[in-house]
């Protein structure tokens, strides 16, 4: 798994691999089995980890830098159809929202994560993540936000 998002106004992009054949943690190129983009040009600029069995889970609210021009987000979809026909859009900014914080947005991609069925962890196993990682304050916004991410892709015609 790849995913990648803009943290200050920068790119960052992690990798993760899970498995008893995961013997380093960098994805090589083609390989990657998920992309999750925190944001479109993101998922793009990363679809070099992409086959053509990848699955691209990619937040649609676009990061915009003042100033800076940005193509429309279903022409970057189109780009990413290119690649890999396993593209699942979703809405992270209207989720967290509607969760009670914009901020979760990243719980909610963990969510729709979560939905592809791609990911080796239980659901139940990352909801329980968040109990521990997450100060009981948050925990209900967030877990909100991890079911709107699920529910959103499960229950999307896009859902893998």
Do not use: W
């Not at 390989?31 to 699955?55: C, H, Y």
């Not at 901020?103 to 990911?119: E, F, P």
Request: hydrophobic share 45%; charged share 20%.
């Amino acid at each position: 798994m790849c995913s990648s998002f803009r943290q200050r106004g920068g790119a960052v992009v992690s990798h993760v691999r899970i498995g008893e054949k995961a013997l380093a943690p960098t994805v090589l190129e083609g390989t990657a089995d998920v992309i999750v983009g925190f944001e479109p040009m993101e998922a793009l600029r990363n679809i070099k980890f992409a086959s053509q069995n990848t699955i691209v889970l990619v937040n649609i609210k676009p990061f915009k830098i003042s100033g800076a021009e940005y193509p429309p987000v279903e022409k970057l979809l189109e780009q990413l159809r290119s690649f890999t026909r396993n593209i699942v859009s979703v809405n992270a900014a209207t989720l967290a929202e509607k969760a009670g914080a914009v901020i979760t947005q990243h719980i909610v991609m963990i969510g729709a994560l979560a939905a592809t069925g791609k990911l080796s962890l239980k659901t139940e196993t990352l909801k329980e993540a968040l109990c521990e990682l997450v100060p009981a304050k948050y925990l209900g916004i967030n877990m909100r936000a991890f079911e709107l991410g699920y529910n959103a892709v499960k229950t999307s015609d896009a859902a893998v």
